[in-house]
């Protein structure tokens, strides 16, 4: 049997070592549209500076945003070295008709560029010294696993109904795996003051999908929420997890069209939001920097390609960014619609090293977009997303990129040897001689 998978890559390694530097803007991205406007969209940036080398993190609240332009014309005009954009996945984004427009054909795209541009030039214009502190926090899940395994042994999604399952599962069953963590970054000024919130989660951001208008989903409300906490003085980022099989418990009924008279209820939105930015904000409250201040910022970018599950000629560029911040927080960036069991056996491992670990999901900073990426138990019990579709990527892929990501941070971290082992070790005397003492 022909193994079709390569595994070359492309390794560029940074240090931020001088005085950190941050910088944030939050920019309204939402055009000019016919549609109806239940709430804005946005993007909003943190830059991080130190020495020459910078960083830009921009969280946009749009299905899927990838751009080239974005990355030539941030690192030209702005001296920006990495840029990572975050897309929140939500599904009302404009002219999207409650759909995912991922881009293909949205008359918006060039204004969706300058408007992240200028949030990072916005960001970089304002850059402060700045300390950073991070933590998880548990809490009762608002999401489940909408990949139901069924009596035949295979999953279908929640929105498939059966004779001992209802569609949208009503009754809110926990399904699972899912993460029930909140990752918090966050960024104070020199004075103590918070400045920056990142709100790192994973779930799908479909509460209002078919809603037939524009709105941020839950996360929207969710970023508002902490930003309001903290007297608006805060700009709030949020970054999806690994949520490409996790469904919000709290949903709305979806509209058959535009025209559809039944109205979109945006409690369930509302109250999702609430109850995240009410756990973000107790935990981002709890945070301070660590006495001996910012140790500095070390990170690696890594290009690793994959062929198609069922279609071999596909190829997939995947770019992937690791980034090791205050030598005790540590950030894996992957492209894509990773699913939760990713991130779960990622973050376990990570454990190990005595770190907090925060995976960014739906995080694009070059290559292809891969798509779904399942677990390989998920892509055996199938489903949407894990073998429905001729574009899937192929079955490891998923493993692979989490695999190295964490050979990526024990490189960066420095303990991964490039040179044989042992060194600089020197065995002790293998007896212990000691005279008698009668």
Avoid at 140 to 165: C, K, T
Wanted: proline share 5%; net charge neutral; hydrophobic share 40%.
């Amino acid at each position: 049997m022909r193994l079709l998978f390569f595994l070359t890559a492309v390794l560029c390694y940074g240090h931020l070592s001088a005085q950190l530097l941050a910088g944030t803007a939050k920019v309204n991205i939402t055009p000019k549209t016919d549609e109806p406007i239940h709430d804005s969209v946005y993007a909003r940036s943190l830059v991080l500076q130190g020495g020459a080398q910078r960083l830009a993190f921009v969280s946009v609240d749009l299905a899927v945003f990838t751009s080239e332009r974005i990355v030539k014309t941030c690192k030209e005009k702005y001296g920006i070295t990495q840029l990572m954009l975050c897309s929140s996945h939500n599904h009302s984004e404009p002219q999207s008709g409650g759909k995912r427009a991922f881009q293909q054909g949205n008359p918006y795209t060039i204004f969706y560029e300058d408007q992240i541009i200028k949030s990072v030039g916005e960001a970089v214009q304002h850059l402060f010294p700045a300390r950073i502190s991070a933590g998880r926090r548990s809490f009762p899940q608002l999401g489940f696993n909408r990949l139901i395994v069924r009596e035949d042994g295979h999953a279908r999604e929640s929105w498939f109904s059966d004779a001992q399952y209802t569609s949208e599962n009503p009754e809110r069953i926990p399904f699972g795996p899912v993460d029930p963590e909140v990752g918090v970054i966050r960024v104070d000024d020199e004075q103590g003051q918070p400045r920056v919130v990142i709100m790192n989660y994973a779930c799908h951001a479909d509460v209002v999908c078919f809603n037939y208008a524009v709105s941020a989903d839950y996360p929207g409300v969710a970023c508002r929420k902490v930003e309001e906490a903290f007297g608006n003085g805060v700009n709030c980022l949020f970054v999806q997890g690994a949520g490409g099989n996790i469904e919000s418990l709290q949903i709305s009924s979806r509209r058959k069209g535009p025209d559809d008279p039944f109205q979109t209820d945006y409690a369930p939105m509302e109250r999702t939001g609430e109850l995240l930015a009410f756990q973000t904000v107790k935990l981002a409250k709890s945070l301070s920097p660590s006495a001996g201040g910012v140790a500095g910022i070390r990170w690696m970018e890594d290009s690793v390609h994959f062929t198609g599950r069922f279609d071999k000629k596909l190829d997939y560029n995947v770019y992937l960014n690791t980034i090791i911040i205050n030598n005790d927080i540590v950030l894996a960036a992957c492209p894509g619609e990773l699913f939760v069991q990713l991130q779960l056996d990622w973050k376990k491992k990570m454990e190990l090293a005595e770190v907090k670990p925060f995976l960014f999901g739906y995080t694009w900073s070059g290559g292809n977009w891969p798509g779904y990426v399942a677990d390989v138990r998920s892509a055996a019990l199938g489903g949407y997303g894990a073998d429905q579709g001729d574009r899937l990527i192929e079955v490891g892929a998923g493993e692979t990129m989490i695999t190295r990501q964490l050979a990526n941070f024990y490189r960066l971290s420095g303990l991964m040897r490039d040179k044989p082992g042992p060194v600089g070790f020197k065995a002790g005397a293998q007896w212990i001689i000691k005279p008698f003492q009668p």
